[in-house]
T-cell receptor, first 115, second 115 residues
Framework: AQSVTQPDIHITVSEGASLELRCNYS??????LFWYVQSPGQGLQLLLK??????LVQGIKGFEAEFKRSQSSFNLRKPSVHWSDAAEYFC?????????????FGTGTRLQVTL | DTGVSQDPRHKITKRGQNVTFRCDPI?????LYWYRQTLGQGPEFLTY????????KSRLLSDRFSAERPKGSFSTLEIQRTEQGDSAMYLC?????????????FGPGTRLTVL
């Protein structure tokens, strides 16, 4: 069964600083990988996804992520954080079970941005 | 595109009562998912519909839980004889097509509090 580990529960960065959120996955086949963001009281919004091809993927809001098969990682990065980026970030792996397309999420990383 | 909507947004109930939640997916999406998210955790898969057929259910979905998608459009999730452990955010998502990599669009969720 697939699993996702986000080792950092809470991260605080200053506005304008760079950001990297870690994600490690376990899956037997080529993974479909996603990063979602959740603001308080809001649903999950997709930031970016990796299916195949270029291992560096660009997403919305200036985010990017790099797939590293050898490290089973899919870390999220942003060169300069804005105060509005404060939210909860979830990494997920998608798997086709033959009947369903299921997402398995990590426990999330809460990002706090100081001014 | 009005996105995925869920109703109600919040529900407070007493233990032992029945509750029902509704999800309206994006209109052309044939796949619909329910997830549950407890405090400090990522969403966990509950069940999945392709059109009106419920194709997969998680072990998390006890006999007290039932979900329907009668005409392949909106879906309902009912919890009978609610318990305090049912308190969580219930998220609905929809997607178009098949495979593990299809993007799932999430609604804002229904937050259930069982007293």
């Amino acid at each position: 069964a697939q699993s996702v580990t986000q080792p950092d529960i809470h991260i605080t960065v200053s506005e304008g600083a760079s950001l990297e959120l870690r994600c490690n996955y376990s899956y037997g086949a080529t993974p479909y990988l996603f990063w979602y963001v959740q603001s308080p009281g809001q649903g999950l919004q997709l930031l970016l996804k990796y299916f195949s091809g270029d291992t560096l993927v660009q997403g919305i809001k200036g985010f990017e992520a790099e797939f590293k098969r050898s490290q089973s990682s899919f870390n999220l990065r942003k060169p300069s954080v804005h105060w509005s980026d404060a939210a909860e970030y979830f990494c997920a792996v998608g798997a086709w079970t033959g009947t369903a397309s299921k997402l398995t999420f990590g426990t999330g990383t809460r990002l706090q941005v100081t001014l | 595109d009005t996105g995925v909507s869920q109703d109600p947004r919040h529900k407070i109930t007493k233990r032992g009562q029945n509750v029902t939640f509704r999800c309206d997916p994006i209109s052309e999406h044939n796949r619909l998912y329910w997830y549950r998210q407890t405090l400090g955790q990522g969403p966990e898969f509950l069940t999945y519909f392709q059109n009106e057929a419920q194709l997969e259910k998680s072990r998390l979905l006890s006999d007290r839980f039932s979900a329907e998608r009668p005409k392949g459009s909106f879906s309902t999730l009912e919890i009978q004889r609610t318990e305090q452990g049912d308190s969580a955010m219930y998220l609905c998502a929809s997607s178009l097509g098949s495979g593990g990599g299809n993007e799932q669009f999430f609604g804002p969720g229904t937050r259930l509090t069982v007293l």
